[in-house]
Each structure stands twice: as structure tokens, then as C-alpha cells.
């Protein structure tokens, strides 16, 4: 009988006491951008993660970036509202390993313009990815006179 009761406490107390399981989160960035150089003038780009709102954001000046971590099964959206200037206008949506997720403008989409769910785990394509360049220490180069080698 004591191992019965221990088998259901065991069983039933872990399932009743902790929440819903999240899955793995990741960064993404907005980047959103101003050509000339004077910031959105009233356009801005709400996002959305699980609907509910997380942010308004807008570019100041020639550019700026907001940074949120979104994790597996999280739906994302993205909506704009315009206003002035909006050829001027632009913005990226990136995932954690910097793939454009979505990306609008010069005159950008109004309203809802974006609509995912996020998957943290997933890799990249090979070559979809920005690339990343091994800084090399030319100070530390060695020079070889070969000549006359066999």
C-alpha cells in the first residue's frame, strides 16, 4: 500500500505543481532604418509575441535596433503603421543566427505584415547566413626564403 501511495505522489505532485513547459528561446533583433537620416516621423513597427505586445518601435536619426528573445512555438507578428517620409523607411527582422527573417521597405507594408512562429532550434541554410571573416595577425606573419630548397 506504500508503494502504491508513493507511486501516485510521485506521479501526480510534479504534474500539479509546475507550469506549462517552454521551449528554447533565442535573440532577434529589429533593425530599422531612416535614408535620410531624420528618424521615422510618426511610423513605427509593433511587435507582437503570443498576442501580446512586447513593443513600439520606431528608427531615430539614421537607424536603431531593439533586441527581444522569443522562444520555440512563440507566434510572432510584426504590424506597421505609417505616417510621414515613408519612402525613407525600412527595417529588418533577424533571427539569432542573423538570417533575415522578414524585411520591408523602402515604403513598407501597413498594418499586419509579418506573421511566424518561431523555432530557435533550427539551423541555417550552409550560405543563407551573413559571414563571419578570422581576423589574421599580420605582425606575426613569417617570411620564407625558399629559395634553393630541394
Known sequence: M????????????????????????CPHILRMNDSYGDGWNGGRVEVFLNES?????SATDAG???????CTGDTIRLVYTPLEWEEENTYV?????????????PGPGQ???????????????????????????????VNVDNTGAN
Not at 2 to 25: E, K, M, T
Not at 64 to 70: E, K, R, T
Not at 93 to 105: E, K, P, R, T
Not at 116 to 121: E, S, Y
Request: proline share 6%; aromatic share 12%.
Open 53 to 57: 505586445s512586447i513593443g513600439t518601435f
Open 2 to 25: 506504500i508503494q502504491l501511495l508513493q507511486r501516485y505522489l510521485f506521479v501526480g505532485i510534479p504534474l500539479a505543481s509546475f507550469g506549462p513547459a517552454h521551449g528554447q528561446c
Open 64 to 70: 536603431s535596433s531593439a533586441n527581444f528573445m522569443a
Open 111 to 141: 498594418g499586419v505584415v509579418y506573421e511566424g512562429v518561431i523555432d530557435c532550434a533550427a539551423q541555417p541554410t550552409p550560405g543563407s547566413g551573413p559571414c563571419t571573416a578570422w581576423a589574421i595577425d599580420t605582425i606575426a606573419c
Open 93 to 105: 527582422l533577424y533571427d539569432q543566427w542573423g538570417g533575415v527573417v522578414y524585411a520591408d521597405g
